[in-house]
Nanobody
């Protein structure tokens, strides 16, 4: 019913930049919070950035000042601009969104994308 599709990952040198995109599609009624998470091998999946329906943002200290989350409500798309990338940013990045569907407009659930690999290496 609902799909999240990420794009924009790849290989970048330390200090470089990447922009990730995530498009939500399907029988969407409303989107609440959207966010990006990352998971490196052997590690848990951690929050990287989140943005509420009202536009408030939240970042962990590890990426604050380097990463910026934004969204385009008309396109059901969330972006993650990543600057000054470091090798420790290497991970699979996942898009997450809390979405309600037309058949249950007041019930929100979490949806996940398939993940996109980001590798920071010289």
């Amino acid at each position: 019913q609902v799909q999240l599709v990420e794009s924009g990952g790849g290989l970048v040198q330390p200090g470089g930049s990447l922009r990730l995109s995530c498009v939500s599609s399907g029988n969407i009624f409303s989107i609440d919070t959207m966010g990006w998470y990352r998971q490196a091998p052997g590690n848990q999946r951690d929050l990287v950035a989140a943005i509420t329906s009202g536009g408030s943002t939240n970042y962990p200290d590890s990426v604050k000042g380097r990463f910026t989350i934004s969204k385009d409500n008309a396109k059901n798309t969330v972006y993650l601009q990543m600057n000054s990338l470091k090798p420790e940013d290497t991970a699979v990045y996942y898009c997450n969104a809390r979405i309600s569907v037309a058949t249950a407009p007041y019930i929100f659930r979490d949806y996940w994308g398939q993940g996109t690999q980001v590798t920071v290496s010289s």
